[in-house]
């Protein structure tokens, strides 16, 4: 039996923890002796407007269950204020999970400046801001934990969701990195492509299914992924409904050309398929083992 999950002495902020996954990561969190930011700037699934009561409410419900929380309505696009504001309730921040979000869905020939600008703003400079706040203390105490929350539109693309998509994958590209920058300082960095039934997906998903996607279902991966009991870093999961799957990156062996002489448009269609032959493929670990390949070939045409 694996040992219990203690985080008695860890903060933790989770960003949009007013509802939905973040309110199930919050709950989690308290339960398992975290001391908790609940943040949430409380506004429309579309991003307009605030109220404060949305994170006041869950930070009541941790602490009507004997936990440990306070309340911060800042948006997340004030990173700096959400670290303060644990700094100054817990003196430490140990955790950060990007969690806060919103959708501005419409097919791209109708997406203007505004629906792509605030999309960005909220998922991806929300997310640098508060992890960017934070790194400083993780790198000092040797430890932190980043989750960031990226999605299967991101991954896999979807229909009306160019500016979501983006911001998405986008932070997958951002946890990569800053797992490859965090190693040496105990700063491990993982991304979550979730399912839940949330207001994000009232009405997207079958109301029977809905029901079976609850929030709670994500949030032990979460929890997982904070702890000192997890190793991991650089993972992307897909998770959702009780199901937790790794996605990682596959590439072709390819096809190579003579690199001496140059090579024809002709030539890249005549090997076409070779190109896109997956058998025998690679999950290249790093930039660097990604690079073997191609200097491999380059080596077999060296002077
Ligand atoms: N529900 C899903 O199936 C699903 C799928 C893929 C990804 N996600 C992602 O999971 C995360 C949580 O989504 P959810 O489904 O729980 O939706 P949700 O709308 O219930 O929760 C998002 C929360 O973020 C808060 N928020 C929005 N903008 C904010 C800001 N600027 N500052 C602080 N808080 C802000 C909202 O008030 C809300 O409480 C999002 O990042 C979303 O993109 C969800």
């Known amino acids: 039996m694996s040992e219990a999950i203690r985080l008695q002495d860890q903060v933790v902020i989770v ?25 949430d700037l409380g506004g429309s699934a579309h991003g307009e407007g605030a109220n404060a009561s949305a994170a006041d409410k869950v930070v009541e419900a941790i602490r009507a ?33 990007n969690n806060a979000g919103i959708l501005r869905d419409k097919s791209f020939h109708k997406l203007d400046d505004a629906d792509w600008d605030l999309v960005y703003r909220v998922h991806v ?10 790194w400083p203390h993780m790198r000092e105490q040797n430890y932190g934990r980043v989750i960031f929350t990226a999605s299967t539109s991101g991954i896999y693309g979807n229909f009306g969701q160019a ?5 998405k994958l986008g932070l997958y590209g951002l946890t990569r990195t800053l797992a490859i920058e965090g190693r040496k300082s105990n700063i491990l960095v993982n991304a979550i492509a979730p399912t839940g039934g949330t ?16 929030p709670e279902l994500v949030s032990p991966l979460v929890v997982y992924l904070a702890s000192a009991a997890c190793a991991e870093t650089s993972g992307l999961f897909e998770v959702g409904g009780g199901w937790i799957g790794k ?18 448009a002709e030539d890249v269609a005549a090997s076409w398929q070779q190109i896109c032959d997956f058998d025998g493929a690679t999950h290249p670990a ?3 083992d990604a690079l073997k390949q191609m200097m491999a070939h380059l080596q077999r045409y060296a002077l």
């Open 15 to 39: 960003t949009g923890a007013g509802g939905g996954l973040g309110r199930a990561h919050a709950l989690l969190f308290a339960k398992h002796g975290a001391k908790v930011v609940v943040n």
């Open 65 to 97: 269950a004997g936990g440990i929380a306070v309340a911060n309505h800042d948006s997340v696009t004030a990173g700096e204020k959400i670290v303060q504001h644990a700094l100054d309730a817990f003196g430490r921040i140990d955790v950060v999970v």
């Open 125 to 134: 400079e929300g997310a640098y801001k508060v992890t960017r706040a934070a």
């Open 163 to 167: 500016n979501y998509g983006m911001a």
């Open 199 to 214: 207001r994000m997906t009232e009405g997207l998903i079958p109301p029977q299914v809905f029901a079976q996607l609850k």
């Open 247 to 264: 996605t990682r990156w596959e590439r072709s062996l390819g096809a190579g050309f003579d690199p001496r002489g140059g090579f024809s």
């Open 286 to 288: 790093d930039n660097l």
